[in-house]
């Protein structure tokens, strides 16, 4: 069991930057994917980005170039830097871990961003 908690998110004007951070109870090392989802009210949980243990990315298609996933195992941490941020960004933004042994999937509890002027 592994608890993931969000935090970074806010209000930014567009055009800015947000690094949202994932903070896990314990050793992501043992994750194959770690990786940020988005919600909108109403609509599916999306992928932004995910990065597995091998270093292999993935991205939405509309966030490439702007938007860099990394991951600190030391720090048990995963990062999301988000560049020339777009009000369609806004939503909650969701951490996630996948434990590809157990096939187990790990969820934070959210953390709200909003792209407004």
């Known amino acids: 069991q592994v608890q993931l908690v969000e935090s970074g998110g806010g209000l930014v004007q567009p055009g800015g930057s947000l690094t949202l951070s994932c903070a896990a109870s314990?050793?992501?090392?043992?994750?194959?994917?770690m990786g940020w989802y988005r919600q909108i009210p109403g609509k599916e949980r999306e992928l932004v980005a995910a990065?597995?243990?091998?270093?292999?990315?993935d991205y939405a298609g509309s966030v490439k170039g702007r938007f860099t996933i990394s991951r600190d195992n030391a720090e048990n941490s995963v990062y999301l830097q988000m560049n020339s941020l777009k009000p369609d960004a806004t939503a909650v933004y969701y951490c996630?871990?996948?434990?590809?042994?157990?096939?187990?999937?790990?969820w934070g509890q959210g953390t709200q961003v909003t792209v407004a002027a």
């Open positions: 996630l871990a996948y434990d590809f042994n157990t096939g187990k999937v790990y």
């Open positions: 314990r050793s992501i090392f043992r994750f194959n994917t």
């Open positions: 990065l597995t243990s091998g270093g292999t990315t």
